[in-house]
């Protein structure tokens, strides 16, 4: 079976950090694509950032220079550290598993395993 768990999210003031956690079970992150999406309500879910198999990563020019997106193979865990935040970023933020072979990133339906996600509420 499969387990995405997000841990990490909370309430911060603008311009503060927050480290997100995704640790996974029943996969191995480093033999995966793993992702990190977030959505607002009435908001379609919008891409953050990924980290390929490979290590290469990607991010959404919204977080850039902002947010980092990395992983520790030992614990199989993926992180995103979440600097200088602000209030557009207040959001359920969720972590995602996708297939080595996927390639578009940025796209949801690369992604076949998600977690419950984690609230990230950012005041201003």
């Known amino acids: 079976q499969v387990q995405l768990v997000e841990s990490g999210g909370g309430s911060v003031q603008a311009g503060g950090s927050l480290r997100l956690s995704c640790a996974v079970s029943?996969?191995?992150?480093?033999?995966?694509?793993m992702g990190w999406f977030r959505q607002t309500p009435g908001k379609e879910r919008e891409f953050v950032a990924a980290?390929?198999?490979?290590?290469?990563?990607t991010t959404a020019d919204s977080v850039k220079g902002r947010f980092t997106i990395s992983r520790d193979n030992a614990k199989n865990t993926v992180y995103l550290q979440m600097n200088s935040l602000k209030s557009e970023d207040t959001a359920v933020y969720y972590c995602?598993?996708?297939?080595?072979?996927?390639?578009?990133?940025?796209?949801?339906?690369?992604?076949?395993?998600w977690g419950q996600g984690t609230q990230v509420t950012v005041s201003s």
């Open positions: 029943g996969r191995t992150v480093s033999d995966h694509n």
């Open positions: 980290i390929r198999w490979s290590g290469v990563t």
């Open positions: 995602a598993a996708g297939d080595a072979g996927s390639f578009y990133l940025g796209q949801g339906y690369e992604y076949e395993y």
